[in-house]
């Protein structure tokens, strides 16, 4: 009778999900969430200043291994950013030097790639190059408040900042109140600030996550671009839309690219279904049915290949430049990323090498070969079309049909730009990625018929008003 | 022994949805599902002829409630749309006034909201104003009757109807086998028709569940266009797609700005392990690991501010306009939300502390200051290039480059208005929602490079033919 | 006692998920897999080489039901892709006539269709003309050593290639090192190859899964497109992204408009939770609380309809072709369905009474009927403004203001083009499956405002220009 009764109990004990869903959602199993030391004087006062970082630790796995806010925000002796917090000495802006206590192969992997050096690669260029010609240090604070990266990267004329050419024609760069903003709130928001701490330590710059954010301490990078704080969840940093925050838009839709994919199209359709938090180094074939971003350009898949944060490790082609090129040496075979671009047709091949060993654990060799295959022909056809393209625009120059002064406000350096900046790569990436639509239509059609078929005509137009004006 | 066969029988009752599931999908547990009452002949007949729609009651809250079809369909007595439907008296348009029954303070707070009123500040606008200026009550049924909204919109040459100029040059325009019917199925899709109840008690403007819907009993709005009918569930009304329906595209992409931001990222990865029926006033930090529209501009989230349905109360920039200003005072506060748009300073300020209220929760202060200062400068930016670009139409019009009669219809025109209507407002909202490609490459450089280049060389080309012919 | 320490026991056991799950993740239920025969030589090798297909075979109602890889993967004996493998007689390209073998009636119904079709009907049509008029079969291997369909498509300068034109003026079009490859990894990876195997036994055209690929047996079609090997899962053949594959982009932006739609914001909404496995013919409105793509253009949904792979069968309207005609006849009913596209009254109208069968199972007829009325204005429009647009490219040739000698390669052509193949698609299919944004704003406003008033701009400084330089 009392076995009876307890089985009952029981039974009714599985019945409780079901009841407690009563109002037309299935339950769903709580996530497990780690206890809070009330001793702990950060997490009692932020519990109630700013609850959602509390909680969104409380699910991470530091939380579970007892890893609280002081051992990534108690500053080190030389970052500037350091400073007094409520009794403690504390930073808002942990680097990578903060997470290589822990994960210190992890970040010099990533020191080494583009992604770390994408703030000094992209707007902040031309700061650089001044510091360097000036003797200075660039990734030093004092060098930024001397020269300021951020008024550079406002006011230079340059195809680096496409609006800028326009923007001096129509005078507004020059005006003290155009702030040319965009510049923050677009381009650093992915490849970051420079952070500089000011006299009463607050901060320029700021608050920024870009991937190669330079920051106070001088290191480069941003940690939580991918593994958003303070979960820091694997979870996270291997599913597509966390590339796809920076990945994407007219000149380089990756995330667009992998959406229409094959790969892309299996993630929608099962994703949720796969395990996503098994350890680095054994997520494989078992656990996915397709690869996503990361596990192609990062993971140590399937135990076949070494993990990367390098994300360029596994690339053969540059497709982001005018001309596609075999890989850059990376940050730590050159002096200087930004001043140096060594293309390398031996790492490039041993990258390729690498990025198979990936595709193989799901695909024939000859599948694998023959994608390849034509793929390299797509880049080879785009770089022919760009010697094209840049002829024309030297010859309109040569024909004083366009002025070179300003080098970004005429139409034929406009669509020049639009070529290889925008659709010339999304024609590469496409075909790199399995993206068809985005190699054909918003690629090569947008460069050829579209771009290159206005470039032509609005050159003809220039032709024949050049010609009747000197009659 | 009946006890270990007992608890053997247990086991092997756990083992079951393992076992249904052997054909390779994890089963998921049946969504909880209300019973239908046999004696209510609306679900009865409806069962049979559009299962769908009683699936969908079934699994609502107000199934379990016991809120069945008769309470919201039975007719308003003034309401034109009810009639008699197999001896009943039903509407098939439950306007708002019938969800006041038990959501009062909802539908308030709707009705003073841009949202209630956006077909009259959208393509209705003609109609409305030549109703205020001939004295009668552009609400009623007679006053539609007599005008034809529909037609009006579909006839008038105007940058809100911006195909019409180019239309009205072919000559289709006045065509009457052109009916300009993107009118309805694109503008009155999401803004709303007017519905008007015929002689014959047909229904014209219909179906449609735009949110701005003018009803037959003179109510503005649809509930349903977030509330989908017939679950009307508030976890579809917190997802972002809910709102994407609408805003989305060139002229408001809100959904793909907030697809490529941290939080929408976020949202991505883990979206679907939060908690999305937390009861109203409840839903906060502990539920969701990032905000999607609703948490910011709808919810009272986290208990820490009111949950509004006037989704313009936490903003401080009307972002659409050509030139962007504070906020406009709501319909509660003006005489009339179409004629009278009043900029208000202080309650545009009062909005911004009530969103900061909701970003405080997960970001320090300094973030919070930091980021809206950086929005801030852009929207400054962006009104100094809209007063260059419109000083050179006005020019263009002084100078006989364009011709003022046809406002629509020139090519200076229209980049003229892709400037303000949509890379202008891209530039500005990518920037207010934390997506930088948005607010860079479709906004600012859309608008200065690509637009703005093109208008001042099409300029140029016009003034070049303009003297050859001249001469 | 021992019944009591059974139950604790069970207890316990039922506690053991939520502890596994201690690192921040709600623990899944491990999705279930077939065992694999020891004894299958094929599996053990594969295995080892490519655990990727294995695992997913190992997921498939296939693997449970004892299909493994010999099942389909055994060379027919007239395939001539078939060959020796490890001692097996095996083909890397099991056609439709495979699948057929269990599938007879699924595999005839996609005969009939344009999917199966797409590569004759697209790319590969001037290969198939003139194979036909050299009176040679377009299906067999023969012919296609003869011809290279592959080179036809990169050569030839025509509309179907729309890059051509401008290539061709460029003279890339010409050289043997322009490979023009955005044929193959942009046409072909949607539309399909032709697959031809060579002397040495390996394949040309490889690898591909395009919906029309014509495969070394001669048949049409690849069922992998939308059923993934090695999965071939129902689930993700219902999902919308799978269609959304290759039905995106400027030129049918199908997924982008179901996106937008209500039915698809449902999808987003609560999509998860719905019965995606449910069997053929009986899936219905218990088990989805919206459509997807396959809901109404394949499934026997609700059990109201006959399940179909003609993915025409239920449609009206042709929304492709220059100016939009009611559906043609399937290949069942014509003898050529690339030479011969016979519209059809008759067969048109029963497909929308299809299509109506699966919206009334949702939707009261008025909505119904009212819909389908709205859209079948915007198709009349877009004939309507279609026939202006191409008067007007023909009052240009006549005017000698392009010329008609390369049809692809002057900015009227050009809008001329992007008229009936970008916009004025957008314009019809976003009215089709309620997308308004894509009707309006990417549709017409797209096509009137924007490439009609480029077109009408361009032609006006073209006509100056002609009459400046003749005097």
Known sequence: MKCKRAVILLLLCMLIPMGLAAEGVAEKAPRPLAEIDEDDSCLSCHQAVSPGIVQSWRLSK???A???????HTGHTNDPSAGEHFGFNVTSVPSPNYCAQCHAEEVRQNSRSKHAWTAFIGHLKPYYEKARSMGLDPFSQETAKR??????????????????????MTGLLDRPDYEHNNVNLGCAQCHGTFVVVTEDRTLKGWPNTGIGRVNPDGSL????????????SVEEARKPHTCGQC?????????????????????????EQWNWDTPAGEWGTDDIDAPTCATCHISGFGGQLETTHDVGERLYWELQPKRSVPQWKNAEEVEDLVLQRVSDQKSAEAGRVKMKTVCLQCHSSSWVEGYFEEFDKVVNDYNLLWDYVDQLLQDAYAKGLA????P???LPEIYHYLIWHHSGRRWRMGAAMMGPDWSHWNGAVDTIMINLGSMQSDLEMREKLQSLESK
């Not at 007892?66 to 990534?72: N, V």
């Not at 990078?221 to 303070?230: E, K, M, N, Y």
């Not at 002025?403 to 300003?406: P, Q």
């Open 62 to 64: 530091h939380a579970f």
């Open 66 to 72: 007892g890893i609280s806010c002081a051992a990534c």
């Open 147 to 168: 020269l300021d990266p951020d008024q550079i990267a406002k006011r230079t004329v340059s195809p680096l900042f496409p609006d800028s050419g326009v923007l001096k």
């Open 221 to 232: 990078g941003s940690c939580s671009s991918c593994h958003t704080r303070h979960q820091f």
């Open 247 to 271: 990945h994407l838009g007219p000149d380089h839709p990756q995330i667009e690219i992998y959406e229409e994919s094959k790969h892309g199209n299996i993630y929608d359709a099962s994703g």
């Open 403 to 406: 002025s070179k002064d300003n």
């Open 408 to 410: 970004i406000d005429e």
